[in-house]
């Protein structure tokens, strides 16, 4: 066998944070198996990716906006480790792929063998830490995040622990859908985070994950499903996706204050109240604020969207005046949202499988690239073009 491989990477020596962009083609060690140079391995298995999907931080990597932090910090604790430097992270953790090795520990624990085609939860957590045995190991104190903290799957070949393997049946989701459960999992939770059966539900910011819950939310029971969103190409197929009806947000002017307009026509679209959840996906101040302007007295608003520094809330008195709980979801709770995850996309009634294919993978045209013609140039204005691209192995 090899002794590397081809793998997608940012490399701190060559590529300085502040001055570049993109990730780069490169020949990296092989990931290997081997339980006597390393006990841990034992509960380790070698996946090779078949299909990775390309994240919203993969894009913030990329683009040199997120993660800089993670990835340089977590450089340097590997190159302490190894006594020599670490200069290169893999990147990319949306993957769907087969164990083409097992460590005897992850077979015999944990049932994995080697051709099972398997995703993964893209956080490793310890598993000893007060939020691990608690049960809340999505909030890990000591976690490592697959392709920011920890080499990655744009890549021949992956080694991950055997507990974030998740095992996918093929025969009921196709491989292509397979690899975007982690992100569709985010979705998930949002949805799951409160009730949304019989509620109203009002959608802020329709990107990725929030196209997802579009789908999600008809599917878990809401009776109306506003979406916004300014772009005209994810606002259609947020319709597709089974929105009632999309809007468009305004501009705001300061970039913090919401938008009284929007305000008012999801008022009138609600019998005068205001919907009773609502999700805010885009990480926007502004959207923060609309959200909170949109929903009910009492209503929930879950903050899913990511954005680093400050925030402003308007009129923070009306959050308490008016009851609002607001709720933050990050990751997947391990492992009930994926089991949810499953059932949704293994069950065709409805038909969210289908719909994610054919809305946001668009049947595979134009969105997935092969790894063995990725060229930074076109790759940067496939994933400017697509909600979600995908490489091909
Ligand atoms: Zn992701
Ligand atoms: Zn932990």
């Not at 080499?151 to 996918?168: M, S, Y």
């Not at 292509?176 to 992100?183: G, H, K, L, S, Y």
């Not at 919401?258 to 005068?272: E, N, Y």
């Amino acid at each position: 066998m090899a002794e590397t491989m081809q793998a997608l990477v940012y490399d701190r020596e060559l590529d300085p944070w502040e001055t570049s962009r993109g990730l780069r083609k490169a020949e990296v060690p092989r990931a290997t198996l081997d339980e006597r140079a390393d006990y841990h391995d034992r509960s380790r298995v070698l996946v090779k990716p078949r299909f990775v999907g390309f994240c919203g931080s993969d894009r913030g990597i990329w683009f040199r906006r997120a993660f800089k932090d993670m990835i340089l910090g977590s450089l340097d604790k590997e190159s302490r480790e190894q006594r020599g430097p670490k200069l290169r992270r893999v990147i990319g953790h949306e993957l769907f792929g087969e164990i083409i090795a097992v460590g005897s520990e992850a077979k015999r624990s944990y049932g994995l063998d080697v051709g099972d085609w398997v995703t993964a939860e893209s956080h490793i957590y310890c598993g000893v830490c007060y939020q691990c045995r608690v049960g809340d190991a999505h909030v890990c104190a000591d976690d490592l995040i697959i392709g920011i903290s920890y080499d990655g799957a744009f890549a021949e070949a992956v080694k991950l622990p055997a507990q974030v393997i998740w095992r996918t049946d093929v025969d009921k989701i196709r491989p292509e859908v397979a690899a975007v459960q982690e992100p569709f999992g985010n979705a998930v939770h949002a949805c799951t985070k409160v009730n949304l059966r019989g509620k109203r539900v009002a959608i802020v910011g329709c990107g990725t994950i929030g196209l997802f819950a579009v789908a999600i939310a008809r599917a878990l029971g809401a009776t109306q499903v506003i979406g916004v969103e300014p772009v005209a190409s994810h606002a259609e197929m947020a319709r597709r996706l089974g929105a009632d009806v999309v809007l468009s947000p305004g501009d705001s002017p300061d970039g913090y204050s919401h938008d009284p307009d929007l305000a008012a026509r999801i008022r009138q679209l609600t019998d005068g109240v205001g919907v009773d959840v609502v999700l805010e996906m885009s990480g926007l101040n502004s959207s923060v604020n609309n959200a909170i302007h949109c929903v009910r007295r009492g209503g929930d608003v879950i903050l899913f969207g990511l954005k680093s520094g400050d925030a402003i809330i308007e009129s923070f008195d009306r959050v308490i005046v008016d009851g609002i709980a607001m709720h933050s979801v990050i990751g997947r709770r391990i492992p009930e949202t994926w089991h949810i995850t499953r059932h949704l996309l293994e069950s065709r009634e409805p038909n969210i499988h289908d719909l994610v294919w054919e809305v946001i993978l668009a049947r595979g045209e134009g969105p997935i690239v092969d790894f063995g013609d990725f060229e930074p140039g076109s790759f940067e204005t496939t994933i400017q073009t697509y909600p979600k691209v995908i490489l091909r192995f």
